[in-house]
């Protein structure tokens, strides 16, 4: 079994530090803290079960859907004009 360091581990999966200190709260990973010149440092026992489960959960950027600016911006617009209507409503009760 490989340890690695959690900076090490978001490198590797392409993943915040954020994202894979929550998986290390929510128990998702196998954590050893060992001390090294007088630090607690955490690392993350690579196991291969669990890799195979965060890979399927992570979504590819390939796989992402691909939108242009303009669809973006349309769809903001459409959202804008919602909000518009329900602050007009809530004026109105008010």
């Given at each position: 079994?490989?340890k690695?360091?959690?900076?090490?581990?978001?490198?590797?999966?392409?993943?915040?530090?954020?994202?894979?200190?929550?998986?290390?709260?929510?128990?998702?990973?196998?954590?050893?803290?060992?001390?090294?010149?007088?630090?607690?440092?955490?690392?993350?026992?690579?196991?291969?079960?669990?890799?195979?489960?965060i890979?399927?959960?992570?979504?590819?950027?390939?796989?992402?859907?691909?939108?242009?600016?303009?669809?973006?911006?349309?769809?903001?617009?459409?959202?804008v004009?919602?909000?518009?209507?329900?602050?007009?409503k809530?004026?109105?009760?008010?």
């Open positions: 079994m490989e690695v360091t959690i900076k090490a581990y978001a490198v590797k999966h392409k993943l915040s530090i954020f994202n894979v200190v929550k998986m290390l709260k929510s128990k998702k990973l196998k954590t050893v803290v060992e001390e090294e010149d007088g630090k607690e440092i955490t690392y993350i026992v690579l196991d291969e079960k669990i890799e195979k489960e890979k399927k959960k992570i979504i590819p950027s390939s796989e992402k859907v691909k939108c242009t600016i303009e669809d973006e911006i349309k769809l903001l617009k459409a959202e004009k919602l909000l518009k209507l329900e602050i007009e809530l004026k109105i009760k008010t």
